[in-house]
C-alpha cells in the first residue's frame, strides 16, 4: 500500500489518516453504526417531559454544531444545506471551544472546492488537510450520485444472480 497501488476496505465507514512516520494517506476501519441520528422519538411520547427533551436533543442535533462537527471528518448530516448560514453565524465562536469553523472548511467539503489554506480534519489538527488540496470524490452532489449500499442491488446483480446459480447447481 505504500508504494500506492493497492488498498484494503472494508464495506463499513472509513477514514483516511497518516502514517505516523511516513505521511502515507491510509484507510482505517470505524465501527459500524448508523450514524449520529438513531430513531424518532416517538417511544417517548407517553411522557411529555421526555417527549420535549427528545425534541430538544433533535434541534440542538440540527442546530449546526454538530454538522460542522462531523463535517470536518469527512460525513455529511441532514440539513447540510443550511449549516453554511450557521457557520457564517455562529462558526467563529464555536461553542464547544476548539478551532472555529470557517466557510471555506465548508466549500472544500460540501462544494469540492481546493482547500484555500491548511485546513482541520478528522484528528482536529490545522493541517490534516493541506492548501490546495481537493475532495476525492468531488462535492456532495457528485459525491451522493455514486452512492451505494451493502444492502441496495447494484448495477450487474442480475449477472451475478444468474452466476451464483450457476456455481450451486454445478
Not at 442546530?63 to 441532514?78: H, K, V
Not at 457557520?87 to 471555506?104: C, K, R, S
Request: charged share 20%.
Amino acid at each position: 500500500m505504500v508504494s500506492g497501488r493497492g488498498a484494503a476496505r472494508g464495506t463499513g465507514r472509513q477514514r483516511q489518516v497518516r502514517g505516523p512516520a511516513d505521511g502515507v494517506p491510509r484507510l482505517v476501519q470505524l465501527q459500524r453504526d448508523r450514524g449520529p441520528c438513531r430513531k424518532r422519538p416517538g417511544h417517548v411520547a407517553s411522557d411529555p417531559a421526555k417527549l420535549q427533551a427528545a425534541y430538544d436533543y433533535l434541534n440542538w442535533m440540527y442546530d449546526g454544531w454538530l454538522g460542522a462537527t462531523i463535517m470536518r471528518q469527512g460525513y455529511y448530516i441532514g440539513n447540510g444545506g443550511t449549516l453554511l448560514s450557521w457557520i457564517n453565524a455562529n462558526g467563529a465562536a464555536n461553542p464547544a471551544g476548539g478551532i472555529p469553523f470557517q466557510a471555506d472548511e465548508y466549500d472544500f467539503w460540501y462544494n469540492g472546492k481546493p482547500a484555500t489554506r491548511d485546513l482541520p480534519g478528522i484528528t482536529g489538527k490545522v493541517g490534516d488537510i493541506k492548501k490546495g488540496s481537493v475532495r476525492d470524490g468531488g462535492s456532495f452532489s457528485q459525491r451522493i450520485g455514486h452512492y451505494s449500499s451493502w444492502n441496495s442491488y447494484f448495477t450487474n446483480s442480475t449477472f451475478q444472480i444468474k452466476r451464483w446459480n450457476d456455481f450451486l447447481s454445478a
